[in-house]
């Protein structure tokens, strides 16, 4: 695998300005000022038992949340279709750096709006930061590429912007705690994109994990592929009209442009809206951090909520031999070990693959029982009496220090709280300790060799060359973030 240097390890930078708030619209000034209480509210509740805010209320008429869409490519379609149709919302603002694509997702807006029978009305942006100066913007939607979700995360707090931000929160480990504590200086609601909570088949493994009713876990199964990120030397190509391929790049190394990382909206033969397959920025060292931090941020986020260690993390990341049949070049795999022994592994048991129906994507093994699930409501377990147990929300299973929340629509419980003041399922320090446990794993392959790991100051123990893997300098007018 090969390396482009050690990344030089950050320092205190000056906070840029951006436009203040206060210049509202008289008839926007007590809606906004809802909408920020609700915001400081919901950081001050995850200290305050669940239950303690009111259920989600109605919004009146001409009080929608006013939701802007940062990044249009193909992961939006879910998110610009739910929010667009929520009663309770409306996209008034979306931004990307390609202007095939704003042109298409404004008339789609519109055209859905026509269809319920009203006017929309959608600004259009090219930088983000012009879309978070807006402020009738409440909350926004980041779903960019990864090495942009933190930088726009911290300016969206600072601008007071509730705030649903796509896994993996970060594309390093410092971003994660800059992200938190921007979050929580700005007072705002954030939820990690981190959707299988929010699938009732990852939920009932998770209480039965915590209820201690499957025994002592020992081990938890992560099923997703291994592809970890490389460095790719694609050929250049031109960069196509209306693309700000300055603005793709931001913060990261400058290479150009190649439709292997930003390909045509309209794509594939017949050329039709998004008909390519995923970017393959994901796989790129420089942009992405592979499958790891793909599907392992959804899988390893369920293995950190079943083992009750959400906010905290693994001490061990193993290295061990392992040639990877699909990469000839990658010869090693990882595992994970955390304080009290259970060990958190890839794939999938094999009675699990036999018997569950599919239920095959996450696996909590106990002295017990295994319970496994997958998406779309997919549960199993191997004990008869416990497959139709039920807890009730709000459930403190097994003594847990906290009880497993229960949501079944992840982009409606980010709109509850903002709403009701109440926590997301998923907040920031959550999406940080499921990202980093993908970050870790990634550094210790990447370095070949086991590391120890210490979540609670977010450095490896007696690694200076691993410690300087937690952060990587930001280019040009970004390294002042």
């Known amino acids: 695998?090969?390396?482009?240097?050690?990344?030089?390890?950050?320092?205190?930078?000056?906070?840029?300005?951006?436009?203040?708030?206060s210049?509202?619209?008289?008839?926007?000034?007590?809606?906004?000022?809802f909408l920020k209480t609700a915001g400081l509210a919901s950081a001050a509740s995850l200290l305050l038992p669940r239950g303690l805010f009111g259920q989600t209320r109605a919004t009146p008429p001409n009080s929608r949340i006013n939701i802007g869409i940062i990044g249009l490519g193909k992961q939006v379609g879910g998110h610009l279709s739910t929010f667009a149709n929520d009663e309770r919302c409306r996209v008034t603002a979306i931004c990307d750096v390609d202007?095939?694509?704003?042109?298409?997702?404004?008339?789609?807006?519109?055209?859905?709006?026509?269809?319920?029978?009203?006017?929309?009305?959608?600004?259009c942006h090219k930088d983000f930061r012009a879309l978070l100066?807006?402020?009738?913007?409440?909350?926004?939607?980041?779903?960019?590429?990864?090495?942009?979700?933190?930088?726009?995360?911290?300016?969206?707090?600072?601008?007071?912007?509730?705030?649903?931000?796509?896994?993996?929160?970060?594309?390093?480990?410092?971003?994660?705690?800059?992200?938190?504590?921007?979050v929580r200086a700005a007072g705002v609601v954030f939820q990690?994109?981190?959707?299988?909570?929010?699938?009732?088949?990852?939920?009932?493994?998770?209480?039965?994990?915590?209820?201690?009713?499957?025994?002592?876990?020992?081990?938890?199964?992560?099923?997703?592929?291994?592809?970890?990120?490389?460095?790719?030397?694609w050929p250049a190509e031109e960069v196509p009209p209306g693309m700000d391929w300055e603005m793709w790049i931001g913060p990261a190394v400058m290479r150009p442009y190649t439709s292997h990382f930003l390909p045509r909206m309209m794509s594939g033969a017949p050329p039709r809206p998004y008909g390519y397959d995923w970017g393959e920025w994901r796989w790129h060292l420089e942009y992405g951090n592979g499958l790891q931090a793909d599907w392992g941020a959804h899988h390893l986020d369920i293995a950190l909520w079943g083992l009750g260690a959400d906010g905290r993390g693994p001490r061990y990341v193993e290295v061990f031999p392992s040639q990877n049949p699909a990469t000839p070049s990658d010869n090693r795999h990882i595992s994970y070990t955390f304080a009290g022994g259970a060990k958190v592994v890839y794939g999938c048991p094999d009675p699990v693959k036999r018997e569950s129906g599919g239920a095959t994507m996450v696996s909590f093994v106990g002295t017990e029982a295994t319970a496994s699930a997958a998406r779309h409501g997919k549960f199993w377990v191997d004990k008869p009496s416990l497959r139709?147990?039920?807890f009730a929300d709000g459930d403190r299973p097994g003594g847990d220090a906290a009880p497993v929340q229960v949501s079944d629509d992840h982009r409606a419980n980010f709109i509850d709280a903002v709403l009701t003041g109440r926590p997301t399922i998923c907040?920031?320090?959550?999406?940080?300790?499921?990202?980093?446990?993908?970050?870790?794993?990634?550094?210790?392959?990447?370095?070949?060799?086991?590391?120890?790991?210490?979540?609670?100051?977010?450095?490896?123990?007696?690694?200076?060359?691993a410690n300087q893997y937690l952060w990587r300098e930001n280019r040009g007018e970004w390294a002042r973030i």
């Open 1 to 21: 695998m090969k390396n482009t240097g050690s990344p030089v390890l950050p320092s205190a930078r000056p906070r840029p300005v951006l436009p203040p708030r």
């Open 388 to 390: 139709n147990v039920r």
């Open 133 to 182: 100066a807006d402020p009738s913007i409440d909350a926004v939607v980041i779903v960019t590429p990864d090495h942009w979700h933190a930088i726009q995360a911290i300016l969206a707090a600072r601008a007071g912007k509730a705030i649903y931000c796509e896994k993996p929160m970060t594309f390093t480990i410092e971003e994660g705690r800059r992200v938190v504590e921007a």
């Open 23 to 33: 210049s509202l619209p008289p008839a926007l000034h007590s809606r906004r000022g």
């Open 192 to 233: 990690t994109g981190s959707q299988q909570r929010s699938d009732s088949g990852f939920r009932r493994a998770v209480q039965l994990a915590r209820s201690g009713l499957l025994g002592e876990i020992k081990e938890v199964w992560c099923n997703f592929g291994r592809r970890y990120p490389v460095i790719h030397n």
């Open 427 to 465: 907040p920031a320090e959550i999406g940080r300790s499921s990202c980093n446990m993908c970050l870790v794993g990634n550094i210790a392959h990447l370095l070949g060799r086991s590391l120890e790991w210490d979540w609670r100051t977010g450095t490896f123990v007696g690694d200076e060359v």
């Open 99 to 123: 202007d095939e694509r704003l042109d298409y997702q404004k008339t789609r807006l519109m055209r859905m709006a026509a269809e319920r029978g009203e006017k929309a009305a959608v600004a």
